[in-house]
């Protein structure tokens, strides 16, 4: 069962737009993941966060972690055709760090 | 090599034959991870080794799972009597002692059974 929400399920942003997309547990999370996959492909790490309030940036993203550890943001400024595809948030529930559970995805779509 | 690497990246099979997906890790990584991942759906976790013994097998979905990684490196995931509900795509990652350390993907197979 899922215990990762991601919200929204799909997203269509004009280019040059900030988006932000929202990943929320029920549970503790001691370890978020955020990767981005395209269409039938592997995942790509982005970042990972561990402590309340972190927050982390790379180039044009930038991922939080909340300071109860339940909910994290990832928010793209000025988004642009290469951020298109499929971010999915991972986390360590506490079942052991080496089992991830994966939220359902976003996908995100870049209008010129 | 320089990433994870699957093979097949594609394979069709009949229901009810036996196959084989390989796992090639990042070389160094102790840790290895199979994922599996429906259409329109997250990874879910399958198997965990760390070295050459499976850590964690909880996510094996019924025996007709099995994976091994004999020397603590490459890894097979091996399905027998496949089902088509079994086709998806099937995805490894490794990482450096597991824990919380980012574990890198590899591309996937993906598992077709018609």
């Known amino acids: 069962s899922q215990e990762l929400e991601q919200s929204p399920q799909s997203l269509i942003v004009q280019e040059g737009k900030n988006l932000t997309i929202n990943c929320t547990s029920s549970?503790?999370?001691?370890?978020l993941y955020w990767y981005k996959q395209k269409y039938g492909e592997g995942l790509i790490f982005l970042m990972m966060?561990?402590?309340?309030?972190e927050e982390k940036s790379h180039e044009k993203i930038t991922a939080k972690l909340d300071e109860k550890k339940q909910q994290s943001s990832l928010h793209i400024t000025a988004s642009q055709p290469s951020h298109a595809g499929i971010y999915l948030c991972?986390?360590?529930?506490?079942?052991?760090?080496?089992?991830?559970?994966f939220g359902q995805g976003t996908r995100l779509t870049i209008n010129p | 090599g320089a990433g994870v690497s699957q093979t097949p990246s594609n394979k069709v099979t009949e229901k009810g034959k036996y196959v084989e997906l390989r796992c090639d890790p990042i070389?160094?990584?102790?840790?290895l991870y199979w994922y599996r991942q429906s259409l329109g759906q997250g990874p879910e976790f399958l198997i965990y080794?760390?070295?050459?013994?499976?850590?964690?097998d909880s996510g094996l979905p019924n025996d007709r799972f099995f994976a091994v990684r004999p020397e603590g490196s490459v890894s097979t995931l091996k399905i027998q009597r496949t089902e088509r509900g079994d086709s998806a795509m099937y995805l490894c990652?490794?990482?450096?002692?597991?824990?919380?350390?980012?574990?890198?993907f590899g591309q996937g197979t993906r598992l077709t059974v018609v």
């Open positions: 991972g986390a360590d529930v506490g079942q052991g760090a080496q089992k991830l559970v």
């Open positions: 070389s160094g990584h102790t840790a």
């Open positions: 549970k503790t999370l001691y370890g």
């Open positions: 990652a490794s990482s450096f002692l597991g824990g919380n350390t980012e574990a890198f």
């Open positions: 080794f760390q070295g050459t013994g499976a850590a964690d």
């Open positions: 966060l561990q402590k309340g309030g």
